[in-house]
């Protein structure tokens, strides 16, 4: 639950993206992005993600540059930024070696399994998949952008069910993982 809750941020910037415009998605990701922060430094037991950090920095950082430039960002426009800050934040995570999934499972797992080879790889896959589902994304946005024949549906329909398959496989994965028997 916490790993999707993450998502939250993006979320609220699609819906206000559609509603009143991309910057007043940035700014609504940005703020959704900061509650999500203050949750985890205010409650106790829990800390700031990788995930949510790059996701707050990401929004504020677009949200700037737009108010910067005076930028009349189109809506495929402004969502590849967002998507590809969030393929990067991603692909960082595993280039530092702090899969983003990784904070999330410890707050599901004994500590006594963290620095399992199982545990370990078990991210790597999860993070794996979700970095490939936002790979996934920004193709069919850059499609979408620089293909105006492709129909707009199949750009959407591309979007969810990388999205829906990243979720399915995280949860199908994951009890995968546990149900197995311990050698």
Same mark, same amino acid.
């Given at each position: =639950?916490?790993?999707?809750?993450?998502?939250?941020?993006?979320?609220?910037?699609?819906? +206000?993206? *559609?509603?009143?415009?991309?910057?007043?998605?940035?700014?609504?990701?940005?703020?959704?992005?900061?509650?999500?922060?203050? /949750?985890?430094?205010?409650?106790?037991? *829990?800390?700031?993600?990788?995930?949510?950090?790059? $996701?707050?920095?990401?929004?504020?950082?677009?949200?700037?540059?737009?108010?910067? /430039?005076?930028?009349?960002?189109?809506?495929?426009?402004? *969502?590849?930024? &967002?998507?590809?800050?969030?393929?990067?934040? +991603?692909?960082?995570?595993?280039?530092? /070696? /702090?899969?983003?999934? =990784?904070?999330?499972?410890?707050?599901?797992?004994?500590?006594?399994? !963290?620095?399992?080879?199982?545990? &370990? #790889? $078990?991210?790597?896959?999860? $993070?794996?998949?979700?970095? =490939?589902?936002?790979?996934? =994304?920004?193709?069919?946005?850059?499609?979408?952008?620089?293909?105006?024949?492709?129909?707009? *549906?199949?750009?959407?329909?591309?979007? %969810?069910?990388?999205?829906?398959?990243?979720?399915?496989? $995280?949860? !199908?994965?994951?009890? #995968? %993982? #546990?149900? #197995?028997?311990?050698?």
């Amino acid at each position: =639950m916490g790993i999707l809750l993450a998502f939250a941020p993006f979320i609220v910037f699609a819906i +206000v993206d *559609r509603i009143a415009g991309p910057t007043a998605g940035l700014a609504a990701g940005a703020a959704a992005s900061a509650i999500l922060l203050i /949750r985890d430094l205010l409650a106790k037991n *829990r800390s700031p993600k990788i995930l949510e950090i790059g $996701t707050f920095v990401l929004f504020c950082s677009l949200l700037i540059y737009g108010w910067m /430039r005076h930028n009349q960002w189109s809506v495929i426009g402004v *969502r590849l930024c &967002v998507d590809v800050g969030l393929l990067l934040v +991603v692909l960082v995570s595993m280039a530092v /070696r /702090r899969p983003f999934t =990784m904070q999330y499972a410890r707050e599901q797992v004994g500590q006594e399994f !963290w620095n399992s080879p199982e545990f &370990v #790889r $078990t991210n790597y896959i999860i $993070t794996g998949v979700w970095a =490939m589902a936002f790979a996934a =994304m920004v193709a069919a946005e850059l499609a979408l952008l620089y293909l105006p024949a492709m129909p707009r *549906r199949l750009g959407i329909v591309v979007i %969810v069910l990388a999205l829906m398959g990243a979720v399915k496989f $995280t949860g !199908w994965y994951s009890n #995968r %993982v #546990r149900s #197995r028997p311990e050698d």
